[in-house]
């Protein structure tokens, strides 16, 4: 059964780059055509889509954060991992990576646990 | 981009219907997702294209898509429905394509 974990630091100062890492396990992240995705939630509020990438193609960003944001995609080690620079307080969120399907058009149905992270000094 | 409105909150006794809407402009046109979200735990995936269902999820969770409007019917409710709610498209109207989600729905069991 595919798994997601997420792992990184759970403290960023501001101004740095955010760095997080989805391991897969229970299958490969290129042996199928999935979108790959993070999505965060900000303490008491509602899910907010990050970005996207494809195993094999370009990501996908949303705009608000795009000039901020790098997602790619390491097959030899079955992960897909997150930057974001410059982060300020309101970065402070939960940060989930996600399976999609093999179409912009299907939903995430595999979910990580999540991980906290704090932007603070 | 694709804007996703839902109702803040949803009230419902034990034994009843929820309906939890998420309107967005010809969203009758896209596949919509609904998503579970208990307090502290990752969403999960209740009702995808609209109105199918994932293997393990009580055929009491119903999806419809009409219009400008689609809705998360919830028959049946029970205690451990309780819970925030998201609708999710992918949305390509616009010049920069991507995932959308509505503002969330807690549903609470009265």
């Known amino acids: 059964q595919l798994q997601l974990q997420e792992s990184g630091p759970g403290l960023v100062k501001p101004s740095e780059t955010l760095s997080l890492t989805c391991t897969v396990s229970g299958g490969s992240i290129s042996s199928n055509t999935y979108y790959w995705g993070w999505i965060r939630q900000p303490p008491g509020e509602g899910l907010e889509w990050i970005g996207s990438?494809?195993?094999?193609?370009?990501?996908y960003y949303n705009p608000s954060l795009k000039s901020r944001v790098t997602i790619s995609v390491d097959t030899s080690k079955n992960q897909f991992s997150l930057k974001l620079s410059s982060v300020t307080a309101a970065d402070t969120a939960v940060y989930y990576c996600a399976r999609g399907g093999d179409s912009y058009y299907d939903a995430f149905d595999i979910w990580g646990q999540g991980t906290m992270v704090t932007v603070s000094s | 981009s694709h804007v996703l409105t839902q109702p803040p909150s949803v009230s419902v006794a034990p034994g009843q219907t929820a309906r939890i809407t998420c309107g967005g402009n010809?969203?009758?046109?896209?596949?919509v997702h609904w998503y579970q979200q208990k307090p502290g735990q990752a969403p999960v995936l209740v009702v995808y294209?609209?109105?199918d269902r994932p293997s393990g999820i009580p055929e009491r969770f119903s999806g419809s898509n009409s219009g400008n409007t689609a809705t998360l019917t919830i028959s049946r409710v029970e205690a451990g429905d309780e819970a925030d709610y998201y609708c999710?498209?992918?949305?390509?109207?616009?010049?920069?394509?991507?995932?959308?989600f509505g503002g969330g729905t807690k549903l609470t069991v009265l």
């Open positions: 010809n969203i009758g046109s896209k596949s």
């Open positions: 999710q498209v992918w949305d390509s109207s616009s010049d920069h394509p991507g995932w959308v």
């Open positions: 990438i494809y195993y094999s193609g370009s990501p």
């Open positions: 294209d609209d109105s």
